[in-house]
């Protein structure tokens, strides 16, 4: 009865459709396929809202970064200039970097107090180290690089006259600093310029996350540059002969190197929809800028500027300008388009998309050869069997 009746009901369907046609197995993979991509082009977020947080960072993280940038780059060219350096040839360099390293290791603990919004709250990150937690780290890296650079700040002092040598407390100064805390200092600088871009790289912001192995060494690179670019400028201000103004003029363009292609290499990896935050708006001018006058400028004018007379002195301090310029404006990009990436879903699942799903009649075979799949799986790494 049950057959019966179907039958009239697909004959009646037939008489007024015409009769069924059969599906093909790969017709019906290829709608499935369709329908997937269509759905993964309409669906932006979870209730139109960002999928993460993005970090509540301002102006004073970008000073922070910039500062502590070129305190630790100082503090490590100062360490390699005592340590392979003239001394007498190169004493400016090593005044100049130890006035600069102490001047912005006081001004950078004040700078990330005013983004905690509460002082106690630094404070309380001393309290306890936690390795795997690259801000708990950062904060004993930025700490004892300020000591230290403090004890080599004040044998400067006394170096300079400020406070007598057969003084007590020139005595217990030229104690406390030797070439030992000098070198410790030079190593933690470069941990100071390397940190930030490990704690950018250690999040799941989409601009970070996809460049988590090339920030760590843009940020060294970029401290080296801008330390090296301070460093000239005080000498430059100071009155150093104008001849000796590009001693540091080597470092500093393997600095500039090494950003430009790190900035190069970092965009190219980029997914499409995270490298728009980097091509579009405000942030296209910055990282513009940051290339351009911080990367391209100065190598070309390290190539054609004079070296000796005014016009050298002048191109030493114009160089000078435009590295820490282009150093500033890169950190703001790196973070302004960062928290841009965050409150973009698409570009969160970009970075999260893993690979496709394989289709019902791939799964079926693999599932009918087992073995195959595995010595499909062995020849992936390389292995025959």
Known sequence: MLKLLAGLTSSLFAAKTGPI???KPAEVEGRRKRKRQDDA????????RPVIKKPHWIWPIWFYFWVGGISGGASAITALTELFGDKERDHSIIRAGRY???GGLM??????????Q??????HMLRILKWRSPLSVGTY???????????NAARQVVEDGFIPKDSLPGKLTLLASNPVTSTLQGIDGMALGTYTGVLLSATAVPLWAENDTTLAPLFLSSAFSTGAAAITLARTLGGTPTKELHRLEPIERNAIFSELALTTYGFWKLPPEVRKHVTSGIHAWLFAGAVGLGQVGPLLLQLLAPKEGKAGRGMALLNSV???TGGFLLRVAVVTAGRASADDSAAYHATTRGPGRASPEEQAAKAAHPSESANDSYRS???NL
């Open 21 to 23: 046609k059969e599906t």
């Open 41 to 48: 082009e309409l669906f932006t977020s979870y209730y139109g």
């Open 100 to 102: 600069i390293s102490i």
């Open 107 to 116: 001004i950078s603990p004040v700078l990330l107090i005013i983004d905690l």
């Open 118 to 123: 509460r002082p106690e709250r630094f404070h």
């Open 141 to 151: 890296i930025l700490t004892s690089t300020g000591i230290l650079s403090g004890l």
């Open 322 to 324: 435009m590295v820490l």
């Open 381 to 383: 790494l390389g292995l």
